[in-house]
């Protein structure tokens, strides 16, 4: 088993709606999660992170997280097509400080 | 705030030169880097964690003597790839933890592509 599960996708979906992303994660004491954006040929770059049970919103983009089930996931509201891209879960085991990502799944925002 | 900068972003160079990366945390101060690399259509791997003032922890598989990594000051960490070969040929790409955050966030650099010929 992986320790940071994602669907590479693609996943489609039409300009205007809700982009819903999931990741899992193995390591039961994983303290935080993080979501990273990837367009093609460029580094990641942060989208937001999330430490405690329940959801988080910024902007358009509202991770939720359920440490029970080990689920986090990242919603993207009003989709754009410039949010199409590349999106990396990443989890913070614990007693490490290294991230763990998984293989991200590829969002198409079409117009 | 949070800026990671890398140098260079693309280089090409023939196989068995070295190769010298650097990464620099522009805007805050890094006490922990970290060096991934990643092929094309693959996720990012982590090769190694590259602290201050100490010896780079390496991944496993990740040959350490190829891999030079520096960390000599708290905004500076660079990776010499030794002796490059073309499977060597990848996307490197360093980040940077925030040592005036309480969080485990790392912040990427821009990446460089290395290809060697």
């Known amino acids: 088993q992986k320790e940071v599960e994602q669907n590479s996708g693609p996943l489609s979906v039409p300009e205007g709606a809700i982009a819903s992303l999931n990741c899992t994660y193995s390591?039961?004491?994983?303290?935080?999660f993080f979501w990273y954006r990837q367009y093609s040929g460029k580094s990641p770059e942060l989208i937001m992170f999330?430490?405690?049970?329940g959801d988080k919103e910024d902007g358009r983009f509202t991770a939720q997280l359920n440490k029970a089930s080990q689920y986090v996931s990242l919603l993207i509201r009003d989709s754009q097509p410039s949010d199409s891209a590349t999106y990396l879960c990443?989890?913070?085991?614990?007693?490490?400080?290294?991230?763990?990502f998984g293989t991200g799944t590829r969002l198409q925002v079409f117009p | 705030g949070a800026v990671v900068s890398q140098h260079p972003s693309r280089v090409i160079c023939k196989s068995g030169t070295s190769v010298k990366i650097e990464c620099r945390s522009l805007?805050?101060?890094?006490?922990?880097m970290f060096w991934y690399r990643q092929f094309p259509k693959q996720s990012l791997m982590l090769m190694a964690t590259?602290?201050?003032?100490?010896?780079?922890?390496?991944e496993q598989g990740v040959e350490k003597d190829k891999f030079l990594i520096n960390h000599a000051s708290l905004t500076l960490s660079t990776l010499t790839v030794t002796s490059a070969h073309p499977e060597d040929s990848s996307f490197y790409i360093c980040?940077?933890?925030?040592?005036?955050?309480?969080?485990?966030?790392?912040?990427f650099g821009p990446g460089t592509r290395l290809t060697v010929l």
């Open positions: 980040s940077a933890r925030d040592i005036g955050t309480s969080t485990d966030t790392q912040y």
């Open positions: 390591d039961r004491g994983s303290q935080s």
């Open positions: 999330i430490y405690s049970n």
């Open positions: 990443a989890v913070n085991p614990k007693n490490t400080d290294k991230l763990i």
């Open positions: 805007d805050f101060q890094a006490t922990t």
């Open positions: 590259s602290n201050e003032g100490s010896k780079a922890t390496y």
